[in-house]
Nanobody, 124 residues
Framework: QVQLVESGGGLVQPGGSLRLSCAAS????????IGWFRQAPGKGREGVSC????????TYVASVKGRFTISRDVAKNTVYLQMNNLEPEDTAVYFC?????????????????WGQGTQVTVSS
């Protein structure tokens, strides 16, 4: 059974950092693309970043480029999202999701399995 569990969210002041984790079970994470998405209150879900089977890393939100970094630990079957210099606009529920293939493909519809999400709140 495919399962994804996010952790690491919380309340942080502007300029702070958080590292989100996505622990996978029921499949070999290294064989699939894993994406991070976020959904802010009253807004749709948007893709933030993705890492492919061959370790290609993609960032989809211009405002997080240079601040967020996706990585993975194959031995731990875990993907991370390191978020630095956080801004209030980054406040959202963050989800990780398993892609349908090994490559990063655009759109939430290409990711059939999702975690429950972790709340990130950036506020002073």
């Amino acid at each position: 059974q495919v399962q994804l569990v996010e952790s690491g969210g919380g309340l942080v002041q502007p300029g702070g950092s958080l590292r989100l984790s996505c622990a996978a079970s029921g499949f070999t994470l290294a064989n699939y693309a894993i994406g991070w998405f976020r959904q802010a209150p009253g807004k749709g879900r948007e893709g933030v970043s993705c890492i492919s089977k061959n370790n290609g890393q993609y960032t989809y939100v211009a405002s997080v480029k240079g601040r967020f970094t996706i990585s993975r630990d194959v031995a731990k079957n875990t993907v991370y999202l390191q978020m630095n210099n956080l801004e209030p606009e980054d406040t959202a529920v963050y989800f990780c999701a398993k892609g349908s293939t090994w490559r990063c493909e655009a759109g939430p519809g290409r990711f059939p399995s999702w975690g429950q999400g972790t709340q990130v709140t950036v506020s002073s």
